[in-house]
């Protein structure tokens, strides 16, 4: 398979992770750097900057199984455009600016991101990448890689607006993640990221209690055991909402959202995912208002706003136009 005009088209935007330097030109099936000769493979229409999943294999796994489950044009909800709207503040149209999107997952979000008219980038270090493809390949305003947030094939602080939704606290290292991220960002432009929250109603949770073990088993077999669990574990779940409210929904092992009011069939494979995706992660690090305050401060943005938010804590600034 020879590299599509897509990718040829924004090739511009993207630079070697091997050298940090040299442009990338398309050969063959690959993009070659123009100053160190790097070979980066293209596997079924994805750049790849990473041999492999490495720590976020239980999430390539995951999003291949769950690719549509989470999607608003599935759900016919506009769930992940209202979270990514109500996290961000952005305006609807963002024509002429260029999006980075780090850790898409099966891209829920990178969904409602092409449709601000951005070109967006979209990013994951697991093949969730190929699940993202298979849903918005087709968009002709987004390149999909597979890169680590932590050496992105990006130029330093060429990008617009960086948003990067629930996978801070899923990397070995948050506070690299974050100056990773922060790094990327042009001046004048914005970052946005939403991180678990270590609050105490968090941290006593089933989760923190069983993930010494889930964490280690094998992704396939942790799954058919949740696969197998939820659906008997559900309707209680259901029953304890009702009478006890949102505390009735922390007294079993499962992941549920009857807010949301999905069809039962939905909420069910939701339940599955969100289940899988709360005990399989190899990292899982929350953090505390004051310490994402620090990391924005830190990196030197502006107009800085850390608050509560719908899966954790949410974290927007600015970098300052001009040197900081
Ligand atoms: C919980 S999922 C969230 C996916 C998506 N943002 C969403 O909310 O549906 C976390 C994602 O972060 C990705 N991830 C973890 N570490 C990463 C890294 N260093 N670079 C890029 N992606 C990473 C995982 O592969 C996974 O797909
Ligand atoms: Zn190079």
Known sequence: MTISDRIRSRLGLLVCTSCRNGGLAARDEHLLCTNCGTAF?????????????????????????????QLDSVCGKPISRNRLFETTKWPAD???????????G?????????????????CDLSSA????????????????????????????????????????QHTPDPAESFSALANCVRPGGEL????????????????YLLRPITKRMKGEKLYGLIERATPVLFPI?????????????RLLPIVHYPKLNLSPGLSLRWAVLDTFDMYSPAHDHPQTLAEVKRWFDKAGFADV?????????????RRP???V
């Open 305 to 317: 706003a850390v608050e509560y938010g719908p899966n954790g804590i949410v974290g927007r600034g």
């Open 41 to 69: 493979q293209v596997v079924r229409g994805v750049p790849r900057f990473v041999p492999d999943d490495s720590y976020a294999q239980s999430f390539g796994f995951q999003w291949n199984v769950h690719a549509r489950t």
């Open 237 to 249: 779940s259901e029953f304890l909402y009702r009478i006890l409210g949102q505390f009735g929904l």
């Open 94 to 104: 963002l024509s002429g600016q260029t999006i980075l999107e780090a850790g898409s």
């Open 129 to 168: 990448v190929d699940a993202n493809y298979r849903n918005n390949g087709d968009n002709a305003n987004l390149l999909i890689v597979q890169a680590s947030l932590l050496n992105l094939p990006v130029r330093p602080r060429s990008m617009d607006k960086v948003i990067c939704l629930g996978v801070i």
């Open 106 to 122: 099966a891209g829920r979000f990178t969904e409602v991101l092409v449709t601000t008219t951005a070109t967006v980038i979209s």
């Open 192 to 207: 946005v990221i939403d991180v678990y929250a270590a609050r105490l109603r968090s941290l006593l949770s089933w989760k």
């Open 321 to 323: 136009a001009g040197p």
